[in-house]
Structures are given as C-alpha cells and as structure tokens.
C-alpha cells in the first residue's frame, strides 16, 4: 500500500484541455494584447465621434476626409496642427531617427551582429511603407487602390486641364494632384496615416520592448535573489532603460498613440481607417511573424530580442 485512498477510476486520465494553436507566424497572447490596442483606439475614437454632441452634427468633407477648417470640433481635428506637421507628416524619418537612437544608445548592441540585424528589419518595414505610400513602380498602393476603386483627380476649376488629363490617361498620385490644384475623389482612400502609424510604432515596440521586459525582469531579481545579470547574461544596469533611446522610443510610441486617435475621431471614414489597419498589421507580420516560421530568413534577419 502507498497509503493513498484507492482511485474509483483508476484508468480514467483528466480531460485535456482543448488543443491550442501554437505557431510561430501568430502572435503570442500577450503580444496580441498589445496590438489590440491598435483595433481598440480606432473603434472608440471613431464611436465616440458618431456619438459625441460637439462632433456629430458638424459639417464633414469626405473629399477631404476631414471636418471644414472653419468647424474644426478642436485644435487635433485641424490637417495643419502642429504634431501632424511636424511629427506624422515626417513620420518615416522620426522612425528612423528614434530607431537609430536605440541601437545606438542600447548595451545589448554592443556586441555581435545584432544591429545589423535591426538595421535589416527596419530596411523590410521602410521597403513596406515605401511601396505602399510613396512609389511602387508608379504611384504607391494607396494611390492605386484609390484609382482602382474609382477614383480620379478632378481639377474642378479648370476643365480644359482636365480634359488634357484624361486624354493622357496619367494616374495621378493624391500629393500631385492637390499640386496641380484638383481634388483628389471617388476612390476608396486607404488611411496613410493610421497604415504608418500602426507599422511604424508596431516596428518601435517591437524592438524595444524586449530591453524593457528584461529590465523588468531585473529588478524583479534584484527584489529576490539579488542577480545583475540581463537575459543575455551581459552585466546590465539602469542605464538599459533609462538610456536616450528607450526614453525617445516611449515619446515616440506616446505620440503616435495619441496621432491614431485624433484619426480615429477626426478624419477618414470607417472602413479607410479599417483599411489603413490591416495594411499596417500586414506589414508588420511580414517582416516580424513571416521570418519566424522560416528558419533561414530568421538566421538573416534576427528576432528583436534574441
Ligand atoms: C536601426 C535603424 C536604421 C538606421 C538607418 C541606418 C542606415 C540607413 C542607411 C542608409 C539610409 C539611406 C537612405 C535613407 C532612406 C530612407 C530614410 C528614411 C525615410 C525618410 O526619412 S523619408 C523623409 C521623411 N518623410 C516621411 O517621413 C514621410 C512620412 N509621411 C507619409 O508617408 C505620409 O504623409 C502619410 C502616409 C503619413 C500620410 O499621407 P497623407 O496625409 O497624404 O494621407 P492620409 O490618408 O493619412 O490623410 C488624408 C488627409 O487627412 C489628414 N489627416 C489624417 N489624419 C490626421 C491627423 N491625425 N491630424 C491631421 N490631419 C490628419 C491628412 O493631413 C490628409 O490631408 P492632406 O492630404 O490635405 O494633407
């Protein structure tokens, strides 16, 4: 006898838990709570303009996908506030810049080829948003999808232009049109703010966060056992996180959080912003999912973190 009662049944195994699917090419629970944010911050924002007395009975312009100057519901429902201007309307360079602060800045690229590796990541995601909002081999995808859908540029004030226009045949891009003095409507109009924002900051967390999460761990040691070691086994102090290039990634990531909500609540109709979403997560799956589920693309281009 081991002294414990007989069991009943004693062939009787627990029920297994329902089978979860683990693949690399999907997000972790806890990344996926991350980037719920993104889905989240749209639905409220653009609920809360349906809603809202202050915004839901002002004038829109669907044409300029934004409230007439004159009835701005506030200073963020303005195309020329300052934090679009300078900060989203420059915001491939601000990734850029913010990107290069942390690799240059982080102890854990000190060594080995790991910013090489970031410096390959950032080259895929600034390919992404190159082909979609600038140029891919013509226009950008945003601009074709707009002329596929059936937009056009109507130089309204002066149809002779508009005539040489379409006997040319030229596909006109949203930024040439507006040049040219015509109104860029009729297509469907992807979002190139929420498309960059979500890209962008996904791509900033993405290789940031991983130095947060292991100074987090750190002090949690600190708080027990008493270790210095970081997760690479380097000696690693408070400098990892309060260095400037984590400090400009979280005003960074504020920022872009707080641009994504103003779109959500001034600008674009729904399904542009939705559009804007899903382009942005496909872009960022394809350079942060897609490799991990291919073993020799990830040996090239790393995994933020490892
Ligand atoms: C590890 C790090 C690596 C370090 C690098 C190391 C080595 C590299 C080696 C060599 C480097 C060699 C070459 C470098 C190459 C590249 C360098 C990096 C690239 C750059 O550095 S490149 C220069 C900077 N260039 C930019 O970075 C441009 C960013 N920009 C955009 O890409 C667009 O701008 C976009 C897509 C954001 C938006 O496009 P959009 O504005 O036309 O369209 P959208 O549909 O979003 O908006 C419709 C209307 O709603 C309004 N609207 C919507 N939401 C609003 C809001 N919240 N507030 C106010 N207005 C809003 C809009 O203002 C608009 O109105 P309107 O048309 O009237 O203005």
Same mark, same amino acid.
């Given at each position: 006898?081991?002294g414990?009662?007989?069991?009943?049944?004693?062939?009787?195994k627990p029920?297994?838990?329902?089978?979860?699917?683990?693949?690399?090419?999907?997000?972790?629970?806890?990344?996926?709570l991350?980037?719920?944010?993104y889905?989240?911050t749209?639905?409220?924002?653009?609920l809360y303009?349906?809603?809202?007395?202050?915004?839901?009975?002002?004038?829109?312009?669907?044409?300029?996908?934004s409230?007439p100057? !004159?009835?701005?519901?506030s200073?963020f429902?303005?195309?020329?506030?300052?934090?679009? &201007?300078?900060?989203?309307?420059?915001?491939?360079?601000w990734?850029?810049?913010?990107? !290069?602060?942390?690799?240059?800045?982080h102890?854990r690229?000190?060594?080995?080829?790991?910013? *090489?590796q970031?410096?390959?990541r950032?080259?895929?995601?600034?390919?992404?948003w190159? &082909?979609?909002t600038?140029w891919?081999?013509?226009? *950008?995808?945003?601009?074709?999808?707009?002329?596929?859908?059936?937009?056009?540029?109507?130089?309204?004030?002066?149809?002779?232009?508009?005539?040489?226009?379409?006997? !040319?045949?030229?596909?006109?891009?949203?930024?040439?049109?507006?040049?040219?003095? *015509?109104?860029?409507?009729?297509?469907?109009?992807i979002?190139?703010?929420?498309?960059?924002?979500?890209?962008g900051?996904a791509?900033?967390?993405?290789?940031?966060?991983?130095?947060?999460?292991?100074?987090?761990?750190?002090?949690?040691?600190?708080?027990?056992?008493?270790?210095?070691?970081?997760?690479? *086994?380097?000696?690693?102090?408070?400098?990892?996180?309060?260095?400037?290039?984590? /400090?400009a990634?979280?005003?960074?990531?504020?920022?872009s959080?707080?641009?994504?909500?103003?779109?959500? &609540?001034?600008?674009?109709t729904?399904?542009? /912003?939705?559009?804007?979403?899903?382009?942005?997560?496909?872009g960022?799956w394809?350079?942060?999912?897609?490799p991990?589920?291919?073993?020799?693309?990830?040996?090239?281009?790393?995994?933020?973190?490892?």
């Amino acid at each position: 006898m081991n002294g414990r009662p007989p069991s009943l049944h004693p062939t009787t195994k627990p029920p297994s838990p329902p089978p979860i699917l683990k693949t690399p090419l999907l997000p972790t629970p806890n990344e996926l709570l991350l980037l719920s944010i993104y889905p989240i911050t749209l639905l409220l924002g653009h609920l809360y303009s349906l809603l809202s007395p202050t915004t839901r009975h002002l004038p829109y312009d669907p044409v300029a996908q934004s409230h007439p100057a !004159a009835h701005a519901p506030s200073y963020f429902a303005r195309k020329n506030n300052l934090l679009n &201007l300078l900060f989203v309307k420059l915001g491939w360079l601000w990734t850029t810049v913010v990107l !290069a602060l942390f690799v240059a800045t982080h102890p854990r690229f000190g060594v080995g080829g790991l910013a *090489g590796q970031v410096v390959l990541r950032w080259a895929g995601s600034t390919g992404v948003w190159y &082909l979609v909002t600038q140029w891919c081999f013509g226009p *950008g995808l945003v601009d074709r999808s707009f002329a596929l859908t059936g937009g056009r540029c109507q130089v309204l004030k002066d149809p002779v232009a508009m005539e040489e226009m379409g006997k !040319a045949g030229e596909v006109f891009t949203r930024v040439a049109c507006k040049a040219a003095g *015509g109104q860029w409507r009729g297509g469907h109009d992807i979002s190139g703010h929420v498309f960059m924002l979500v890209l962008g900051s996904a791509m900033v967390a993405a290789e940031v966060a991983p130095a947060v999460v292991s100074w987090v761990r750190l002090v949690r040691d600190r708080n027990g056992v008493t270790t210095t070691m970081g997760s690479d *086994g380097q000696e690693t102090d408070d400098s990892a996180v309060s260095g400037l290039g984590v /400090k400009a990634a979280a005003v960074y990531l504020a920022l872009s959080w707080w641009m994504l909500l103003m779109t959500a &609540l001034y600008f674009h109709t729904w399904f542009e /912003k939705l559009t804007g979403l899903i382009i942005g997560l496909a872009g960022f799956w394809l350079i942060y999912y897609l490799p991990r589920g291919m073993a020799p693309v990830r040996a090239i281009v790393g995994m933020p973190g490892l």
